[in-house]
């Protein structure tokens, strides 16, 4: 036993001085959502270690188990963050013997003193789950514990030795082959970026009662396999291993980048535009601020220092009434008259509102006066029932707008003419008769 803790102490050394060899920094994380590409996903990797029959209940065909090397390889292909597919191959020696008594006196009754098995191979294929990225509290997974199952198959060759040392081959000394389950479960330490220490322990089951070349019972047997070993991710050294990987921490690392990013961009651009803003509060406060009290910022104020309690204009300035004295006017009977000749005279186009050149010289007389005396003048259109409501609206406003139009033409004021269309609604007779209808059609003036 102490032969064989020294065997397994060296391997341990050994492999401790590899990893110190190519031990490196690890680089950041990948970013959020990157795809798988982005990591290393195969692996393999060598172990060594302790290998034992095992007692989990009851009682094992013989008393005192005795522990030697083992040694496997690993093949592994990670498919999510927590989950990947591992090939395991495992081979060494299993030893034990009934040099101890059962308990309580009880000698071991076997026709056999000790045994020895030679496994040559012990290939399996196990899903590999990595805790770590379930335990969400995480922030780096440099310690990752994980559990193993699968299913495999395996092949040996049994020496027993009876009572008085005779040695016999199980079998006739050919190869047995049995089906065994793999349980087991680890711990992985992250050295590198491309380096992973492993230690791990697995329980083998085997569909069989023979590893041991003795039939003892209604229990299978059944092995251990303690180890420690090296496993290497394949790919660029600048790539994280995918198993090391923690989505919530990364989902994190990017809140925090972006949120330290954007608090960045806006500092520097605080301070980039600092003076800037200074100058705007300036401008602001003068737009706020009205030093003689008079309603007019100073920044529109172009007549700063009013006295209190009188009246401004927009610009600030004081309002200085003028009085005007109004002019009256009279419109006399001669007035009248050429306004009555131009609208006795006033002919459109047959329902248009275009004048007719007849018209013009009693009209020109009209603008003359507006010119001359000041007046100011209302037009009021009006038409006959003939046709819509709408257009004969239309029509009669029309209508009116020609003649102030005419009429400014010729030099009259037009903020002192006034053009109104009222359409049908004013009759002056009936509109039942040709020539009620023609006194219908008409242009109201009126002076004032």
């Given at each position: 036993?102490?032969?064989?803790?020294?065997?397994?102490?060296?391997?341990?050394?050994?492999?401790?001085?590899?990893?110190?060899?190519?031990?490196?920094?690890?680089?950041?994380?990948?970013?959020?959502?990157?795809?798988?590409?982005?990591?290393?996903?195969?692996?393999?990797?060598?172990?060594?270690?302790?290998?034992?029959?095992?007692?989990?209940?009851?009682?094992?065909?013989?008393?005192?188990?005795?522990?030697?090397?083992?040694?496997?390889?690993?093949?592994?292909?990670?498919?999510?963050?927590?989950?990947?597919?591992q090939a395991d191959f495992l081979a060494g020696k299993l030893k034990a013997d009934n040099s101890r008594d059962w308990g309580n006196g009880m000698a071991p009754v076997s026709p056999y003193s000790s045994f020895e098995t030679r496994v040559a191979y012990a290939t399996s294929l196990s899903g590999n789950l990595t805790l770590a990225n379930i335990y969400w509290m995480n922030r780096e997974n440099v310690v990752r514990p994980y559990m193993t199952a699968g299913y495999g198959l395996m092949g040996y060759k049994v020496t027993v030795k009876d009572q008085s040392g005779t040695q016999t081959k199980f079998n006739a000394g050919e190869n047995v082959e049995e089906a065994f389950i793999p349980i087991g479960f680890g711990l992985k330490f992250s050295l590198s970026n491309s380096v992973n220490l492993d230690l791990g322990y697995k329980m083998n089951f085997v569909d069989g009662d023979n590893l041991d070349g003795y039939r003892a019972g209604p229990q299978n047997d059944k092995f251990s396999y303690t180890h420690i070993g090296l496993e290497f991710a394949l790919g660029p050294k600048s790539k994280t291993q995918l198993s090391s990987y923690n989505p919530v921490a990364a989902l994190q690392d990017d809140y925090i980048t972006r949120n330290a990013s954007l608090q960045a961009m806006l500092e520097a651009d605080r301070a980039k535009h600092a003076a800037h803003m200074e100058e705007m509060n300036k401008e602001r406060m003068r737009f706020l601020s009205d030093s003689d009290k008079d309603g007019v910022s100073d920044y529109f104020d172009k007549c700063p220092n009013t006295p209190a309690g009188v009246q401004v204009d927009g610009a600030g300035c004081e309002i200085k009434a003028t009085v005007v004295n109004p002019v009256k006017v009279v419109v006399t009977e001669e007035d009248r008259k050429v306004v009555a000749e131009a609208i006795r005279n006033l002919e459109f186009d047959f329902a248009k509102s275009t004048i007719r050149s007849t018209s013009f010289p009693s009209l020109?007389?009209?603008?003359?006066?507006?010119?001359?005396?000041?007046?100011?003048l209302k037009l009021a259109g009006h038409t006959d029932n003939i046709g819509?409501?709408?257009?004969?609206?239309?029509?009669?406003?029309?209508?009116?707008?020609?003649?102030?139009?005419?009429?400014?033409?010729?030099?009259?004021?037009?903020?002192?003419?006034?053009?109104?269309?009222?359409?049908?609604?004013?009759?002056?007779?009936?509109?039942?008769?040709?020539?009620?209808r023609q006194q219908n059609r008409r242009v109201e003036f009126t002076l004032y």
């Open positions: 036993m102490k032969t064989q803790f020294l065997k397994f102490s060296a391997l341990a050394l050994v492999l401790m001085t590899t990893v110190r060899t190519n031990a490196q920094e690890n680089p950041g994380r990948p970013k959020l959502f990157s795809p798988s590409s982005s990591f290393n996903t195969w692996s393999v990797g060598i172990n060594g270690g302790i290998l034992a029959p095992t007692i989990i209940s009851g009682k094992n065909d013989f008393t005192q188990w005795k522990a030697d090397i083992g040694y496997g390889v690993t093949i592994k292909n990670q498919l999510l963050p927590a989950l990947g597919i020109n007389r009209v603008a003359d006066l507006l010119k001359t005396k000041d007046f100011s819509s409501n709408a257009a004969n609206m239309k029509l009669s406003k029309d209508r009116a707008e020609s003649v102030k139009s005419y009429l400014v033409s010729q030099g009259a004021n037009p903020s002192r003419i006034e053009a109104t269309g009222y359409g049908e609604s004013q009759p002056i007779a009936s509109n039942k008769t040709a020539k009620g």
